[in-house]
């Protein structure tokens, strides 16, 4: 991976991180248009880039984060993201290998567009409109929904937490913002241990060169993605997310095509 490649993945994982469109799963099938390597620095890059991106989160919010005083805001959070840390724990393999395969994740895109186009039909009388209302129940229940997105890459981690939300009776607004606030630990948890792996097994990758464009990547990723998310809660609370279902079924039925149909693949 050169830096003209890490910006331009930068640049789709801040716009696309927090929209539910799977930011992973664009990434993975960019990489593989762009023949990018999968060694295991991209696999560390597009998870790394992904905390950075998640950052911008706290950065917006962060009255919030750092408001010591709400102790009850961190125990949601830790009790919400703990089916992510188990369920990513168990079958890390099988993500792995499922990332691997852009067909698998344009199946997903495809799935999970048809499921946003009438998400708001099938939630019309929210209950709660504030972070405060949640319960720790509902906050677990919503971190189930989170793994969603964990065992079947492409069906994006916004997606899944925000229909979660609005499951549990959180108005979009609620319910996006609560899925901003569970990106932080579990990205932070995925990117420890990433790190940590790669420094186990693969040291040589976290050389100089590789750290530069990581650097880079992380910047681009941040900056992007604070745009993003103001976007995304102006736009989410006025009109909802059917728009967001025909993009994902669009792409996903391209690509589809393209693997099936293209004559390089004859």
Do not use: C
């Given at each position: 991976?050169?830096y003209?490649?890490?910006?331009?993945?930068?640049?789709?994982?801040?716009i696309?991180?927090?929209?539910?469109v799977?930011?992973t799963?664009?990434?993975?099938i960019f990489s593989?248009?762009?023949?990018?390597e999968?060694?295991?620095?991209?696999?560390?890059?597009e998870?790394?880039?992904q905390l950075?991106?998640?950052?911008?989160v706290?950065v917006?919010?962060w009255?919030k984060?750092?408001?010591?005083?709400?102790?009850g805001?961190?125990v949601?959070?830790?009790?919400?993201v703990?089916?992510?840390l188990?369920?990513?724990?168990l079958?890390?393999?099988?993500?792995?290998k499922m990332?691997?395969?852009?067909v698998?994740?344009?199946?997903m895109?495809?799935i999970?567009g048809?499921?946003?186009?009438?998400?708001?039909?099938?939630?019309t009388n929210?209950?709660i409109?504030?972070?405060?209302?949640?319960?720790n129940k509902?906050?677990?229940t919503i971190?189930f929904?989170?793994?969603?997105?964990?065992?079947f890459?492409?069906?994006s981690?916004?997606?899944s937490?925000?229909?979660?939300?609005?499951?549990?009776?959180l108005?979009?607004k609620t319910?996006?913002?609560?899925?901003?606030?569970l990106?932080?630990?579990?990205m932070?948890?995925?990117?420890?241990?990433?790190?940590?792996?790669?420094?186990k097994h693969?040291?040589?990758?976290?050389?100089?060169?590789?750290?530069?464009?990581?650097?880079?990547g992380n910047?681009v990723?941040f900056?992007?993605?604070y745009?993003?998310?103001?976007?995304l809660?102006?736009?989410?609370?006025?009109?909802?997310?059917?728009?967001?279902?025909?993009?994902?079924?669009?792409?996903?039925?391209?690509?589809?095509?393209?693997y099936f149909f293209?004559?390089?693949q004859?």
């Amino acid at each position: 991976m050169d830096y003209i490649q890490a910006v331009f993945l930068a640049v789709i994982e801040g716009i696309t991180e927090f929209l539910p469109v799977s930011s992973t799963g664009h990434m993975v099938i960019f990489s593989s248009f762009m023949g990018i390597e999968k060694d295991e620095f991209t696999k560390l890059f597009e998870i790394v880039i992904q905390l950075a991106a998640i950052l911008s989160v706290v950065v917006i919010y962060w009255r919030k984060f750092f408001d010591f005083k709400r102790l009850g805001f961190y125990v949601k959070l830790m009790i919400a993201v703990i089916p992510a840390l188990v369920i990513g724990g168990l079958f890390k393999k099988h993500i792995e290998k499922m990332m691997e395969t852009p067909v698998v994740i344009a199946m997903m895109l495809v799935i999970g567009g048809v499921l946003l186009l009438f998400v708001d039909k099938w939630f019309t009388n929210p209950k709660i409109t504030d972070e405060t209302q949640i319960t720790n129940k509902k906050a677990l229940t919503i971190g189930f929904y989170q793994t969603l997105a964990i065992v079947f890459p492409g069906m994006s981690r916004s997606a899944s937490t925000i229909i979660g939300g609005m499951e549990q009776k959180l108005d979009r607004k609620t319910a996006a913002e609560f899925s901003f606030f569970l990106a932080v630990p579990t990205m932070l948890a995925a990117t420890v241990k990433s790190i940590f792996d790669v420094y186990k097994h693969s040291p040589e990758v976290l050389n100089t060169g590789n750290m530069g464009i990581l650097a880079v990547g992380n910047i681009v990723a941040f900056i992007v993605s604070y745009a993003s998310i103001k976007f995304l809660i102006s736009y989410l609370t006025k009109n909802g997310f059917r728009i967001f279902g025909y993009y994902r079924i669009l792409i996903g039925l391209i690509i589809l095509s393209i693997y099936f149909f293209a004559p390089t693949q004859k």
